[in-house]
């Protein structure tokens, strides 16, 4: 399996719950190194463009609001296998629905504030890493 990149967000109740260093411990712990990483407020322009295939959900603009309530961490982790990877120790995203030990599992309380958001497919990860990284 070659060396893969992706995109995670550690989402604005997760910083407020200040496990960040909590959370990028089952990263490391786990094979996925940090090779780019930023504390950084998202404005709702930046929320909108990320979430854009999102637009007709009716929990989009609750998404945008929530995405918008305070600091997130950007980052990108390369590993083996990293999007499914980091999938995996991430959960389901109802953390109701998550598998014991995964990071929605022990971290999130709810389908909105659900602690991270990892890239689904080599395809989102090569645009999500480009919108926040321009690379
Ligand atoms: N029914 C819902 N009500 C409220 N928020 C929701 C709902 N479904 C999804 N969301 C929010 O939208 C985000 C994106 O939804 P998606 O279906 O892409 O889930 P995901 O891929 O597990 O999460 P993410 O994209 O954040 O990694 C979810 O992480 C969650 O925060």
Redesign the pocket.
Known sequence: MAIERTFS?I?PDAVAKNVIGKIVSRFESNGLKIVEMQLKQLSREEAEGF?A??KE???FG??VE??TSGPVVVQVLEGENAIALN?EL?G???PQEAAEGTIRRDFAQ?????A?????SPASAEREIAYFFGK
Not at 110 to 114: C, E, K, V
Not at 116 to 120: K, L, M, N, R
């Open positions: 967000i989402k979430y295939e999102h959900r009716p929990f609750d998404l929530f995405m999938r991430m389901a995203t109802n709810s389908i909105d504030a659900n991270v958001h990892g890239s689904d």
